[in-house]
């Protein structure tokens, strides 16, 4: 297996040098023309990246898996049991307190439908914390054993393709002419969209000095309020109260409606009569369209979608964490070709 795994990387190596020189290997023909890597849209190459990434980490739970095994397999001939009894002993989990469960359905209330009471829900909730803490458990698990020398996953990670964003126009701030730029593409009622806005606050003066943040409405709501408070963005732009009314437009995100620009452009003390005249104008409704348009070309299917300079941070982990080490690594990157 290791010679195996070995050829594979050299193939990739030899693959990334030929690239490098412009070669790349035939992915397709059409009418007996080659087209490689290169000849592929941004979109198209944002989704092959999507599917190997997908592949990876159901790759990477398999070969945990194994680890895991192999783990329990040299623990039961120590302890001179079965690896089924050792693993059950491993994983056991004391039956949750009422409250922690009450906590879990504080956590969990907002997702719950309303005609369904704690009491309703309680067993199932006390089986899904059951299987959180299971599965904390064989995540430090798995962080133990990979950290002990000897012990590793030998499977490398898909690198997501660099696009080519057209930021011009759209509303940033930061270093205006950094080395590093991060663009965000969002909705205003996406939830995950609020998780990335507050962390991306939290973090904002540590980097403020040497990124450029721009932000990219990419409405995706079918109710149409997010298409509507995001017209309403390009307006406060008008007046220089992009930020302001951006912030307040996420900080009250679950009041978010149809009327909120208005109700927003008031709190701002805009120049209302403006403000609505804007709003009602073909400009506002051309400008968030060509931001989602944008979005698309370049293979954004879902919010929010993060780049640090054109390459998609994958946040399927903490967002703080997965955005730190993309910024910290572009930053330091730069420093070298300097």
Not at 21 to 34: C, P, V
Not at 182 to 188: R, S
């Amino acid at each position: 297996m290791r010679t195996m795994l070995s050829y594979v990387t050299i193939g990739i190596l030899a693959f990334l040098y030929f690239s490098s020189l412009g070669f790349s290997e035939t992915m397709y023909k059409y009418k007996n023309k080659e087209f490689g890597y290169d000849d592929l849209s941004s979109a198209l190459k944002q989704e092959l990246y999507d599917v190997d990434y997908q592949t990876f980490k159901k790759k990477q739970n398999l070969l945990e898996q194994a680890l895991v095994d192999a783990y329990f397999a040299e623990q039961a001939t120590k302890e001179k049991k079965s690896a089924l009894e050792v693993q059950e002993n491993y994983f056991k989990i004391a039956d949750p307190k009422e409250d922690e469960i009450k906590a879990f359905y504080e956590k969990y209330k907002e997702r719950i439908p309303q005609n369904y009471t704690y009491d309703t829900v309680k067993p199932q909730l006390t089986a899904m914390l059951v299987r959180e803490k299971e599965e904390a458990k064989r995540s430090d698990l798995i962080k133990k054993l990979t950290a002990e020398k000897g012990n590793s996953i030998e499977l490398k990670e898909p690198e997501p393709p660099v696009v080519s964003i057209n930021t011009a126009g759209y509303p940033f701030k930061g270093a205006e002419k950094a080395s590093v730029t991060l663009v965000e593409f969002a909705d205003y009622q996406c939830p995950h969209c609020f998780h990335a806005y507050s962390t991306i606050k939290k973090m904002w003066p540590k980097f403020e000095k040497n990124v450029k943040l721009v932000y990219i409405d990419y409405p995706i709501n079918h109710s149409g309020i997010s298409t509507v408070v995001a017209e309403g963005a390009f307006c406060a732009a008008k007046q220089n109260k992009y930020w302001e009314y951006h912030s307040m437009a996420f900080e009250k995100q679950k009041e978010l409606k149809k009327d909120s620009p208005e109700k927003f452009a008031k709190e701002l003390k805009l120049n209302e009569a403006e403000f609505s005249k804007c709003l009602a104008d073909q400009a506002s409704k051309d400008a968030v369209a060509n931001a989602k348009r944008e979005g698309d070309r370049i293979g954004v299917t879902g919010t929010p979608a993060l780049f640090v300079n054109g390459k998609r941070v994958n946040i399927s982990r903490s967002v703080e964490e997965a955005l730190t080490e993309a910024l910290n690594s572009a930053l330091e990157a730069n420093k070298k070709v300097l």
